[in-house]
């Protein structure tokens, strides 16, 4: 299955959703949405790499730590992601992410602020995994 990502109507934020064969696509996916909020990903480089690392049993509060995770190293770099790989050995998830500093001419979409408890679901479907959250904006 390939790896994507949609999302879902929620009233004062945005619902996120990836899609993908395994657990760990269908996160990436997610953060791949939750980055093409902020900016158009085919419009970025890939000059900066960033590491992120957690330990999580649970696969929901997983997503919510990937995101933030994301979004924390994002603002501390000043930086905006279009590529995303996660691997996970137990509880241990490492996850990078490629993307480059914003830019002056940078076209910048809507901030997102962190990901959310809020209709947080991670499941097996028929085609592989989904992930979603509603994120702050």
């Known amino acids: 299955m390939p790896v994507s990502y949609d999302y879902f109507e929620h009233d004062a934020d945005i619902g996120v959703i990836g899609r993908g064969g395994t657990l760990e696509q269908a996160f990436e996916s997610a953060a791949g949405a939750t980055f093409a909020i902020m900016a158009d990903p085919v419009s970025l480089g890939e000059a900066l790499e960033v590491e992120v690392a957690f330990v999580e049993d649970d ?30 050995q137990g509880s241990r998830w490492l996850g990078r992410a490629w993307g480059e500093r914003w830019r002056d001419d940078s076209e910048r979409g809507v901030e997102v602020k962190g990901a959310t408890l809020t209709m947080l679901s991670v499941k097996p479907t028929e085609a592989g995994w989904e992930a979603r959250c509603v994120v702050d904006v």
């Open 59 to 88: 696969v929901e509060f997983a997503l919510v730590q990937w995101l933030n995770a994301l979004i924390g190293a994002a603002r501390e770099q000043g930086a905006v992601f279009r590529r995303f790989a996660l691997s996970r």
